[in-house]
């Protein structure tokens, strides 16, 4: 059992270039999430889905975009990065009902310069 | 909007004690509380869950208690180890919605 799986580990983008993190549960989970976590900050939402084809904004959604075409998978994409999406990205997932907790993958250190 | 606080902001304690790790939160209309650990560079692991309807959870070592009219919870590490040392986070899932609010967390330093 894998849990949430995140690829890649570390990357390096220039400005402007474009990149998609990949996220894969094989929980079954409906919801999915990503955060972003900066230094000294806590974490932040940036999408979520409670479904396969369904997906809606969090806290910080400007300059990514998301989709949602199985419940497996759950891709964030860049597409002009911006020194200020320098962060770690997490992944994360739970079941529905409130008796279970998220399942966080182990993250991806993105770097823009 | 939902903030969570957690106090203190780092801790450093001798191999051995007991301690207690704070977080508030502001809203009370709360789905469940949920406990990570954090390692350097790494993901989250959850610790505790607490339901909005439990005073208490317990695993080990840990014990999270919950007070959801006054907004806190409190986890408590028996003995502890130089291997507890991480970063802990704290997480308040609203009623209202899907996600997680985080405090900002409590470093940890367990000392030999």
């Known amino acids: 059992n894998a849990g949430v799986t995140q690829t890649p580990k570390f990357r390096i983008l220039k400005i402007g270039q474009s990149m998609t993190l990949q996220c894969t549960q094989d929980?079954?989970?409906?919801?999915m999430y990503w955060y972003r976590q900066d230094p000294g900050m806590g974490l932040k939402l940036i999408y979520y889905?409670?479904?396969?084809?369904?997906?809606d904004k969090g806290e910080v959604p400007n300059g990514y975009n998301v989709s949602r075409s199985t419940t497996e998978d759950f891709p964030l994409r860049l597409e002009l990065a911006a020194p200020s999406q320098t962060s770690v990205y997490f992944c994360?997932?739970?079941?529905?009902?409130?008796?279970?907790?998220?399942?966080f993958g182990s993250g991806t250190r993105l770097t823009v310069v | 909007k939902q903030e969570v606080t957690q106090i203190p902001a780092a801790l450093s304690v001798p191999e051995g004690e007991n301690l207690v790790l704070n977080c508030s939160f502001t809203?009370?209309?709360?789905?469940?509380l949920q406990w990570f650990r954090q390692d350097p560079g790494k993901g989250l692991t959850s610790l505790l869950l607490?339901?909005?309807?439990?005073r208490e959870q317990t695993s080990g070592r840990l014990n999270a208690s919950l007070d959801k009219s006054s907004g806190r919870s409190t986890l408590y590490i028996a003995a502890s180890q130089p291997g507890d040392s991480a970063t802990y986070l704290c997480?308040?899932?609203?009623?209202?919605?899907?996600?997680?609010?985080f405090g900002k967390g409590t470093s940890l330093l367990v000392t030999p």
């Open positions: 994360a997932s739970s079941p529905t009902g409130s008796n279970y907790g998220y399942t």
């Open positions: 929980m079954n989970h409906n919801y």
């Open positions: 889905s409670v479904g396969a084809g369904i997906t």
């Open positions: 809203d009370s209309a709360i789905y469940n």
């Open positions: 607490i339901q909005s309807s439990q």
């Open positions: 997480a308040v899932r609203p009623n209202s919605g899907y996600a997680l609010n």
